[in-house]
């Protein structure tokens, strides 16, 4: 398909799953899209990759299910037949030098009941949970961090045990620093509702458990899973978007970063990209904070100053393959590690186990991985990779008993891979969207905002796009709309695939 040259022309920076996201809503909506990515791959964190043969995910490796964004534009781009839900969902916490099956009946590792984490914490540490509801209640103002709020209700431990691997490892971050309010949304306004956080944690179960599974999930197959992957890779996604936008007839330039923007009139902008000089009717920065806030110091300092403030946490993920008939490993996905007991690794995945297409696709191998590093332990990145190897080799014969040795090994470092959620992120962002706000034709969108996971960046991109849309069409994008509701329900396998 042949963009309209008389249509309003978008450009889009950054050609990470948010970039595309906006890339594909917009030219499925019939503007000109150029996106511009200043690396030579497409897909940001989401990367597909192999290990001795075997296709694997070196990034993102799932899709939150329970939200429709990510599943909706996996199906929008001839995906849907390739989305599995995991083989296994259950998980262990490597806590104390024993691996403990992961609790139930909790909110991102708060439990509900402290009859739920015994056999995790000690028993002092159950009896200080199960005090919660005899304690006064705790006001909360506008924000507060999740660690010293569940610390100072249900004791410590079950933060080091339990928040931390949880919550913590989402945003490789420290719990005693994240946002309840941006991290877990539905807990801080129970907690806000109820006296204690007991109650605040069952009243969000009971919403949960009200709540059927979405269509999405169950359109494709998926039921209730709370969590999807895709065949041959979650990586695979970026180049299926990419391969829609180009047949809306958008354009994708890669190893060409933007430097520079120019205000032109009222409301125009002129994009500065190498030795490209791009006219748009509206920009669209879908890059981190740091080079987002360059491109803005000049035009909105305010909003600079704010997003040069949003730090990032580094980390990296070492991929192992080996001889399946040398491996014996627990059932399971795999297993958390809390920060507090001092090891290399914070997560292993057991790949093989938990997705039927890694096992598929190398029968005569088993797959894992590890994750290291977090907010602050930057040192762990320059480490060697061999050294990465041996570490996370000695932890997990620790851990399992694993004693084979790998066949082949990957180490794929994400320097700056995940941004913060400290207390008052969203008051920071509410204020950087402020004064860009006041910038006609140009906004923001990215893991940044509004969540770092797959389908919050897609939604932040569907967000954006539409306020540009709606402004360059006078206020009505409904044609957007209309026309990706139609792609996003179309039949599994329909569309592009990459």
Not at 459 to 476: K, M, N, P, V
């Amino acid at each position: 398909m042949n963009a309209d040259t008389t249509a309003p022309h978008v450009v889009v920076a950054g050609g990470g799953i948010t970039g595309l996201a906006a890339a594909h809503r917009l030219a499925l909506a019939g503007h000109r899209v150029t996106l511009l990515e200043a690396d030579g791959r497409l897909g940001g964190k989401l990367l597909a990759g192999e290990v001795a043969g075997a296709p694997v995910d070196l990034g993102a490796e799932s899709l939150l299910a329970r939200r429709p964004e990510a599943v909706a534009l996996a199906r929008a781009v001839g995906l849907g037949d390739r989305l599995q839900a995991p083989a296994t969902t259950t998980a262990s916490v490597w806590s104390r030098g024993d691996l403990v099956p992961m609790p139930k009946g909790h909110v991102m590792g708060v439990p509900g009941d402290a009859r739920a984490v015994e056999g995790l914490l000690s028993e002092e540490g159950v009896r200080r949970i199960a005090a919660d509801p005899d304690l006064p209640p705790t006001v909360i103002g506008d924000d507060v961090a999740i660690g010293a709020y569940v610390a100072a209700r249900m004791g410590p431990e079950v933060v080091d045990r339990l928040v931390e691997p949880l919550l913590g490892g989402v945003y490789a971050g420290d719990a005693h620093r994240i946002s309840m309010r941006a991290a877990v949304p539905a807990l801080f306004e129970a907690a806000r509702a109820h006296p204690t956080l007991t109650d605040a944690v069952r009243a969000v179960q009971r919403a949960g458990a009200a709540v059927p599974a979405d269509a999405a999930g169950a359109a494709t197959g998926l039921g209730g899973s709370v969590f999807a992957g895709v065949e041959g890779g979650v990586g695979t996604l970026p180049g299926a978007v990419a391969g829609a936008v180009r047949a809306a007839g958008g354009e994708i330039v890669p190893n060409t970063p933007v430097t520079a923007l120019r205000r032109t009139g009222a409301t125009g902008w002129q994009v500065v990209a190498g030795d490209r000089v791009l006219t748009a009717d509206a920009v669209l920065l879908a890059t981190p904070a740091g080079p987002a806030a360059a491109l803005l110091a000049e035009h909105a300092p305010a909003a600079a100053s704010g997003l040069g403030a949003i730090e990032y946490a580094s980390m990296a993920l070492v991929t192992l393959a080996f001889r399946r008939a040398d491996v014996s490993l627990p059932a399971g996905s795999g297993f958390l590690v809390p920060p507090v007991d001092g090891r290399t690794i914070k997560a292993s995945t057991f790949s093989s186990q938990k997705w039927r297409w890694v096992a598929d696709a190398a029968p005569d191998l088993f797959v894992l991985r590890t994750s290291v590093g977090r907010h602050g332990e930057e040192e762990q990145l320059r480490r060697e990779d061999a050294d990465l190897v041996d570490a996370s080799l000695e932890d997990l014969a620790a851990a399992v008993g694993l004693a084979a040795r790998p066949v082949a090994t990957v180490v794929t470092r994400w320097a700056g891979g995940l941004p913060q959620y400290p207390v008052g992120h969203l008051a920071r962002v509410a204020r950087v969207r402020e004064a860009v706000a006041a910038l006609p034709g140009l906004r923001i969108a990215g893991a940044a905002y509004d969540g770092v996971g797959i389908p919050a960046c897609i939604a932040s991109a569907h967000r954006a796009a539409d306020e540009i849309a709606g402004a360059l069409t006078g206020g009505t994008p409904g044609r957007a709309d209309e026309i990706i509701a139609t792609s996003e329900t179309a039949p599994p396998g329909a569309g592009h695939s990459s």
